[in-house]
C-alpha cells in the first residue's frame, strides 16, 4: 500500500466532510485533516434551509443548476447516510412561506422556468396554513410584499447531518486527524508537494483539497489564486417555546423563521461582513433578530429564547462557489465560496469535486464555477437563504 493517502482535505466542515464521503466510496484513499472537532464553524452555525427544486434542467443560470442537482439528491443521501450510521439527520421537506418584496420580483421567472411549484396567498390563506403567523403592513412588512406558498421547501438538522456524515467518512474508512492547524504550503518550485502544520510536521499526498471555509484566501494566494473568499458573519437566535407555533420555514428578505421538528424555532439572520473573523453574538444583532421574530409570531414574546450563536460564512466576490483545480497547480484542488448557501449545495459540490478529481464527466453548469472565471456580480439566484 502507498505511504500517503490519495487525497488531503484542508477542512471538515460539510464542503469537505461530504466531498470526503464521496471520495472514498470512489475508491480513493482520503485524510481530512481540521484544526477543530470536526463540523464546528459555518456548518454547524447554518440553519439548514433546503429550497425547493423541480425540473433539473430548467433552472435558469448555472448556480440554480447547482442547487437544483444537489437539493434533488438530499432525500436519497439522507436514507443512505441512515442506513449506514443510524443516525437521523432530520432532512424533512416542510413546506415554506417566502414573502417577495419589489426588489426580489426577478425570483418568479426563475421559479416558473425551472417548474418551482408555488402559489400566492393572501392573508386568509397564510391564517389557514400558519394560523399564528402575522403578516401586517402596520409590522413592516410592506404593502408591496407578496407571499407565496412552496410547499417544495425542506430542512435539514446539520448539526446532526455533520454527525451522520462523520460517521459515514469512518465506516468509508477516511482517516480524520483533528486538532491539527494547518500552516503553509510546501512548494518546489512553485508546485504544491505537501502541507506543514503549526508543529512543522508534513502532511504529503497524491492530491490536495481546499475546503476549509472562510480561511481559505491565505492558501490560494500563495498558489497566485485570488478569490476574495472573506467572513460574512451570521448571528443566530434559537427559541424553544412550550408548543410548537408554526410548522413550515418563513422567509422575509434576508430573515427567516425555521421551525424544527420538536417544535424549537431558529431565527436568522444578519449580514455582517464588517465583523471579520470575530464568530462572536452581538446585543444588537439579537435584538434586531428577536423584534423580526415577534413581528412574524407574537406568540414568540412569551417564549424562553434558549440559546443563540454565530457564524462565519465563507463568502466570495460574486456570490458563487469555486469548485475545481487552482490554476496553475496540477494536483491542488478547491471547494469553497459558498456564502449563504453550502448546506444546500454540498452534495452538488462534492460530486463536481469527485468528478475532477476522478476525470468522470461532468455537467455543463461547473464551468461556471471553475476558479480562473471572470466574477460576475450580476447574477441573482431563484432562492437568497
Ligand atoms: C448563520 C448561518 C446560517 C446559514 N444558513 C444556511 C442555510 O439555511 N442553508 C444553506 O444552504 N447554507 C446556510 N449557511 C451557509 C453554510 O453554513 C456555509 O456555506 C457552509 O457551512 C460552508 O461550509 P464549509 O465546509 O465551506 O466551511 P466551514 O463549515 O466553515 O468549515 C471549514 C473548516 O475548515 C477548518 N479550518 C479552517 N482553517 C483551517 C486550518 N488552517 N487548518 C485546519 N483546519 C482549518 C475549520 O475548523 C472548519 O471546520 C448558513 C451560514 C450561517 C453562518
Redesign the pocket.
Known sequence: MAKHPDVLI???????LTSAYLMAKAGLRVQL????E?????????????PPFHKLSGASTPIDALRANSVAGFASFSEELEEQTRIDNGYRVCGGIEVLHADAAYALPLWDAEGIVYERIDATALRNLEPRLYFSVRHGHGDSAKVYHLPGFAQVR?PWHLQALIAACQAERVNFITG????NWKLVAGHVVGVFDSTGRLHEAGSYLV?????AEEWLQPLGCQLGIHPVR???VLYHPEFPLVSRVILDGKRYLVPRGDGRILV??TEEPEAGFVRATTPAGQGELQRFARDWIPALADAVVETAW?????TSVDGLPSIGPVPGQANVFAA?G????????SLGTAQLVVGHMTGRSLPQYADSFHLDRRPNTEFRPAFR?
Open positions: 484542508l477542512g471538515g466542515g460539510i464542503i469537505g485533516i481540521d484544526r477543530q470536526l463540523g464546528r464553524e459555518a456548518s454547524w452555525a447554518g440553519a439548514g434551509i433546503l446539520n491539527c492547524h494547518l500552516k475546503a476549509n471555509g472562510a480561511w451570521g448571528q443566530i436568522g439572520s454565530a457564524g462565519l460564512r465563507p469553497v459558498h456564502g449563504r448557501a453550502g448546506i444546500q449545495l437563504s
